[in-house]
């Protein structure tokens, strides 16, 4: 088997996040909900996970990280959290419908919305989002990087951008997470949600989101929290302020692993050698007859995107050879729509869908050339 989706989730694990997690389901109490020893443990490595998040992702303070389940969670969190009817926001046509559908649920709700366009390559142009700039713009709401097209977005031209027409940025980091360098203090971005079964190679079940100081959502759920019990409202301090009931102590565990992982092993490491791999891909598929790509491949790209391609077989349904790569060549890609329907819509592909191959630093180069080598067959049938 060759696992190729890891834009849909890691498959493949450092050892050490499987040997957490059981050992976690063994022995780990409740943090914020003891003093005795199970309790104590836990509450140490929730507070250690918080921590080497704050540095990944240069938060200020660990308090200021809250743990979700995922990205979407999360989104949904910062976006209801935030914003208020007769406010104005600003997304693009590069969005998961983690982004979109928070957003056009609070459109409905009376806020503004405006979404900015891709071009047939599925990039953006910076300059909208100064064009789209208006009296009530509250904020801008992006991903890093497209899932469909491995397309990365230059956070820090956005958040020149919103500092200077002073307004918040909020980032989608579910791509990019534990292989791209983000700095939110840096790059002026004042939320970042993430999710850990990705690039993070955490659990699945494991996510969050980090706050900059002074910027207050309000909490999606309330309830328990272990401080301040008689409080009828949410505590206003974080973390709690965003955590409501017992974490996913057990899946962080899985998680926390996997960030000293990726601390030892090196983040540029990781980042330089999947993009290796997707460049070998890239090169191998692009000039078959039949095959089309999709997404920024030009030279000045190729060291910034995120190891994904995408692509199609002459006018076959995306879904057809994905299907035809798992049972003949047990070859596991992704098909369809991959939750990004504005993307397909710039790209021309709203009714073929794309086949989206997404590489990890796991992967052999022998992999990535039997990959190709598939495609190469289904094209000349």
Do not use: W
């Not at 046509?93 to 957003?103: A, D, G, I, K, T």
Request: charged share 20%; hydrophobic share 40%.
């Amino acid at each position: 088997m060759i696992y190729l989706d890891n834009a849909a989730t890691s498959l493949q694990k450092p050892e050490e996040v499987g040997k957490a997690v059981a050992d976690a389901i063994l022995h780990m109490g409740n943090p914020g909900r003891g003093i005795h020893g199970a309790s104590l443990d836990a509450a140490r490595m929730i507070y250690d996970t918080r921590s080497l998040i704050s540095r990944l992702f240069h938060v200020k303070s660990p308090s200021q990280v809250a743990f979700t389940a995922n990205s979407t969670e999360s989104l949904n969190l910062a976006v209801e959290g935030i914003f208020r009817p007769g406010d104005h926001v600003i997304t693009t046509m590069m969005e998961h419908n983690s982004v979109l559908r928070p957003l056009y649920r609070m459109e409905e709700k009376g806020v503004e919305l405006t979404i900015l366009p891709a071009d047939k390559q599925g990039c953006i142009n910076y300059e909208d989002f100064e064009r789209a700039y208006k009296s009530n713009t509250r904020a801008v709401v992006c991903t890093h990087a497209s899932n469909l097209t491995g397309n990365v977005n230059d956070l820090e031209k956005i958040g020149r951008i919103c500092k200077k027409l002073g307004i918040l940025f909020l980032l989608d980091a579910s791509q990019t997470a534990g292989v791209f360098d983000i700095d939110m203090e840096e790059m002026g971005i004042d939320v970042v949600c993430f999710t850990g079964h990705k690039g993070l190679l955490g659990p699945q079940g494991t996510g969050g989101i980090c706050v900059r100081e002074g910027l207050d959502i309000q909490p999606l759920v309330v309830g328990g929290s272990g401080v301040q019990s008689f409080l009828r409202t949410q505590p206003e301090q974080m973390p709690e302020r965003l955590e409501a009931g017992t974490l996913n102590c057990h899946g962080l565990a899985g998680l926390h692993a996997a960030l000293l992982y990726i601390g030892q092993t090196g983040m540029e490491y990781i980042r330089k050698r999947e993009q290796y791999l997707m460049r070998r891909f890239y090169e191998g598929v692009k000039d078959i007859p039949g095959v089309m790509v999709y997404g920024d491949f030009s030279l000045e790209s190729l060291d910034k995107r995120a190891p994904v391609v995408a692509l199609n077989i002459g006018d076959y349904d995306s879904g057809e050879v994905a299907d035809e790569l798992a049972v003949s060549y047990e070859i596991y890609a992704r098909a369809g729509a991959h939750c990004a329907p504005l993307m397909h819509q710039a790209l021309g592909t709203e009714k073929q869908g794309a086949v989206r191959f997404s590489m990890s630093h796991f992967n052999t180069e022998e992999e990535i050339d039997q990959a190709v080598k598939a495609v190469r067959e289904l094209s000349s049938h």
